[in-house]
Antibody, heavy 122, light 108 residues
Framework: QVQLQESGPGLVKPSQTLSLTCTVS??????????WGWIRQHPGKGLEWVGY???????SYNPSLQSRVTISADTSRNQFSLKLGSVTAADTALYYC??????????????WGQGTLVTVSS | EIVLTQSPGTLSLSPGERATLSCRAS???????LVWYQQKPGQAPRLLIF???RRATGIPDRFSGSGSGTDFTLTISRLESEDFAVYYC?????????FGGGTRVEIK
């Protein structure tokens, strides 16, 4: 059973960089066919895709965040990370990491972490 | 960007009733790339349906998905107590990947 666990600071100051790590267990992030993504949810709101990476190094980001976001994988630690720069209060959200699957000409997130709340405040 | 509009915003139903949730896309979406999730309070979303109509592993057959083009539907044939939750549709037929705003299914 694949499990994902987010970790990182719960409080980030405005203009600083939000950094989160997702540790994957029960499976290798080097497995082909999988993408490792981040999705966020503003308090009481819907879901917003942040981006994903593949162990090969390829990435895809939400254009609305692309100038500020970097997602990368560390295969030696079986982890992947999110960095979001120049944060503002609008980046306060629950951040989920998830495994993306491209299968049967579809793309979906089948395993999710429990989510970690990040608050941007001075 | 493809905008997904879910309706209704809230559906108030009783256990045993049928729930019909709509997801309408601003542009045509390949059916293969339409997905449905369920989210309960304090939990991560759970994959229900992918490819518009294919149930994910372990999902009961009371959940079904249908549709094509710009109109997609999630149907719960007979609501059980554990089905009261928020449901989201998602598309990735066209980048960026987008989610609908969600439909809350609440107990009447």
């Amino acid at each position: 059973q694949v499990q994902l666990q987010e970790s990182g600071p719960g409080l980030v100051k405005p203009s600083q960089t939000l950094s989160l790590t997702c540790t994957v267990s029960g499976g290798s992030i080097s497995s082909g066919g999988y993408y490792w993504g981040w999705i966020r949810q503003h308090p009481g709101k819907g879901l917003e895709w942040v981006g994903y990476t593949h162990y090969s190094g390829s990435t895809s980001y939400n254009p609305s965040l692309q100038s500020r976001v970097t997602i990368s994988a560390d295969t030696s630690r079986n982890q992947f990370s999110l960095k979001l720069g120049s944060v503002t209060a609008a980046d306060t959200a629950l951040y989920y990491c998830a495994r993306g699957v491209e299968s049967s000409s579809s793309f979906f997130f089948d395993y999710w972490g429990q989510g970690t709340l990040v608050t941007v405040s001075s | 960007e493809i905008v997904l509009t879910q309706s209704p915003g809230t559906l108030s139903l009783s256990p045993g009733e049928r729930a019909t949730l709509s997801c309408r896309a601003s542009q045509s979406v390949s059916s293969s790339y339409l997905v449905w999730y369920q989210q309960k309070p304090g939990q991560a979303p759970r994959l229900l349906i992918f490819g518009a109509s294919r149930r994910a592993t372990g999902i009961p057959d009371r959940f079904s998905g249908s549709g094509s083009g710009t109109d997609f539907t999630l149907t719960i044939s007979r609501l059980e107590s554990e089905d009261f939750a928020v449901y989201y549709c998602q598309q990735y037929g066209s980048s960026p990947l987008t989610f609908g705003g969600g439909t809350r299914v609440e107990i009447k």
